[in-house]
């Protein structure tokens, strides 16, 4: 069957514009993540001279409040989204050694400055630390199995079960006695707990051992 000429001029247009939404799509970088790409490249880099009790030019990289404030010469290191005014980028760019930082340091690498560049362009979010982070309760896997005995057990189980491999059997009481024992107090149980937890056939022997 023949196609139309209108009809096929239309259908490489599809295609073109297809291609063209496809190439803008796949191009887009994903947001950056200040805790794995951020903050690597600050503590490498920058806090030994800007954070915590070393803040030289009045900058430093611990909290964000403290990044985003006026350095002492008037200047601000970070502009959220706008890395091109920004004290920090200019910096980190700079050709004259006397000028460039890290200061008397191998300058970063390409990629580094991009993700610096991208980051302060996004907003230069922060990521908190975890120390200062509220405990949150985390939901606990099912067993699928029936082999875990405890939580914990469920979060082995799941990771097994992601690597496709089996638990290993569970060990002689002996044997048991004998691991808890040097793990915890360091020594051999006293004959008396050991004894009980040999005779001991309940469920919860080792839990009570």
């Known amino acids: ?22 190439l803008q799509c796949g191009s887009k970088h994903k947001p950056v993540d200040f805790t794995t790409e951020v903050k690597p490249i600050l503590n490498k880099n920058c806090i030994a001279c800007h954070g915590g009790v070393r803040q030289k030019g009045g900058f430093s990289v611990l909290f964000r409040d403290e990044a985003l404030a006026k350095t002492t010469s008037g200047k601000y290191a970070i502009i959220p989204g706008d890395p091109g005014h920004s ?42 630390h975890w120390a200062y982070l509220p405990v949150k ?8 199995t029936g082999w875990a005995k405890n939580p914990v057990d469920n979060f082995i189980e799941q990771k097994l079960e992601e690597q496709q491999l089996k638990p290993s059997a569970i060990a002689e009481k002996q044997t048991l006695l004998r691991r808890v024992s040097l793990d915890i107090i360091g020594m051999p149980a006293p004959s008396d707990l050991a004894n009980k937890y040999l005779n001991d056939n309940s469920d919860h022997a080792y839990a009570d051992l």
């Open 137 to 144: 309760a985390t939901p606990v896997p099912r067993s699928q």
């Open 87 to 128: 004290e920090l980028i200019r910096r980190i760019t700079n050709t004259d050694p006397e000028e460039r930082m890290p200061y008397k340091h191998d300058p970063l690498s390409t990629s580094d400055i991009d993700i610096l560049r991208r980051w302060i362009k996004e907003g230069a979010n922060w990521g908190d």
């Open 1 to 22: 069957m023949r196609v139309a000429p209108g009809k096929k001029l239309l259908l490489v247009i599809s295609v073109m514009v297809a291609a063209i939404v496809a």
